[in-house]
């Protein structure tokens, strides 16, 4: 007779069977932790970076600073060029330039090679600042006598920013150049060679031997006209005396000519850009809570939030405060529309009518997200993804803390069942391999009477 069942096979399948009810449960939470843990994880991100967008577009409240944004247009470019922020105020200003302000700049032509020793130098900067260049380390390849380039170094190392020095090359003839690490008068580069002492000295004191390349001078700007304005001088190309305008100067003008008309007025198409820029967020985080809520059905999946009322209640609040008036204007008024699923758009002509009428309206609506003075929709919004997204004692934070525990729980509750399985796998496989003795026993019998009977 032979064998007719695998005790392994039997085994596994009883073992199974025995747990497969708890398996089945823990298999289920397992998953449901899980989606919820990775749900959890996607909300963070969303909030996130719908907090990060509010921030990059909320106003600095007592700064002056509006969400209006505005454009400064210079009438001739190759003149001067400018942006501007919300702080500035339209307005037409006349600028002449009479000068830009230069880094110094002055080269030291056929320094000799002269032997390495002791000997110091000094740098000094007509602003006071100054340094001091120890050459008696300088010969870094010890072959006894100073070059130019290791007399660069030297003084590199030294500058810390102040100058910088090169050697170039130019016809044959090799020459230190020698240039101010900040522009303007106060850039102004002597050098004190009271230090050392032979030809190196004499060579840099030799006047013939010393080209200025580059004058250190301010810039000078008129607001008006040349000589009938009001002078500005000053060491960098970059003028910030206009509130809210930054003017960066590119060429100075011909005695004589006429200013260069520098307008300031509201930008509404970077304005709209920049509202849009809050409904693109604002309509990243409705879909992505679309998604973790959605009830699913037939062959959609059920969002991992889909019965969890509080982030419904997050998705409802803030779509209730989309709606809301703020400082007596809404979004609506600005040209947002809210569609049936919550997603917005804009109307950029409407935006343009409102702020024609009321300038302010961006800014009362929208408001600040600023600590100091949260105001408006995005001091609202703030406020709500703050308390979702605090790294100590937000919602999301409480909620991975719980469902963390819930996975260490399914784990060791895992590792029981595991070890059960495998007792009542051994339990099972001893007692199938004695029948399956037994049995080849009783057939050995069976064969044995056959044979006495044949």
Not at 108 to 134: C, E, I
Not at 165 to 188: E, K, P, Y
Not at 264 to 283: C, E, G, H, P
């Amino acid at each position: 007779m032979a064998t007719s069942f695998d005790p392994n096979t039997m085994a596994s399948n009883l073992a199974t069977a025995y747990t497969q009810p708890t398996q089945t449960l823990l298999d289920a939470q397992s998953r449901s932790a899980q989606a919820t843990a990775t749900g959890l994880t996607k909300l963070q991100s969303a909030l996130s970076a719908f907090n990060s967008a509010l921030t990059a577009l909320s106003g600095k409240a007592g700064t002056g600073q509006t969400l209006a944004q505005y454009s400064a247009t210079p009438s001739d470019s190759t003149v001067l060029t400018a942006t501007a922020t919300g702080k500035a105020q339209p307005t037409s200003t006349p600028l002449f330039v009479e000068q830009l302000a230069t880094s110094h700049q002055v080269a030291f032509q056929d320094l000799p090679a002269v032997p390495a020793g002791p000997g110091s130098m000094s740098v000094q900067l007509a602003n006071g600042s100054g340094f001091n260049v120890d050459l008696a380390s300088a010969d870094s390849d010890g072959d006894g006598t100073l070059s130019q380039s290791e007399i660069a170094r030297a003084i590199n190392t030294a500058a810390n920013g102040q100058a910088t020095a090169m050697v170039v090359t130019v016809g044959g003839a090799t020459q230190l150049v020698l240039s101010a690490g900040v522009s303007g008068a106060g850039g102004q580069l002597t050098l004190d060679t009271s230090g050392l002492s032979g030809p190196l000295k004499t060579a840099l004191d030799d006047i013939t031997k010393r080209k200025e390349l580059v004058p250190a001078q301010d810039a000078v700007v008129w607001l008006g006209a040349q000589g009938a304005g009001v002078r500005l001088q000053q060491a960098s190309n970059t003028l910030t005396a206009i509130e809210g305008v930054t003017v960066t100067l590119k060429k100075a003008q011909a005695t004589g000519a006429a200013p260069v008309s520098l307008t300031v007025a509201r930008d509404d198409s970077a304005t709209s850009a920049k509202l849009q820029s809050f409904i693109d967020a604002y309509n990243t985080l409705e879909k992505t809570l679309d998604d973790l809520t959605a009830v699913g059905g037939g062959t959609a999946t059920a969002g991992a939030f889909a019965s969890d009322a509080g982030v419904r209640s997050l998705r409802d609040r803030l779509s209730t405060m989309l709606r809301a008036d703020y400082g007596g204007s809404n979004l609506r008024s600005l040209g947002v529309n809210i569609d049936r699923y919550g997603q917005l758009s804009l109307d950029s002509a409407k935006l343009t009518k409102t702020l024609s009428a009321k300038p302010t309206a961006l800014d009362d609506v929208l408001g600040s997200s600023a600590l100091s003075a949260p105001s408006g929709v995005l001091g609202a919004f703030d406020k709500l993804v703050d308390s979702w997204t605090d790294s100590a004692s937000g919602q999301i934070k409480t909620r991975q803390a719980t469902v963390q525990a819930q996975q260490k729980s399914i784990g060791a509750r895992q590792t029981r069942l595991d070890t059960q399985y495998s007792q009542a796998y051994e339990r099972y496989l001893k007692q199938f391999t004695q029948l399956q003795n037994l049995q080849s026993q009783l057939s050995d019998t069976g064969s044995l009477f056959d044979s006495i009977a044949a």
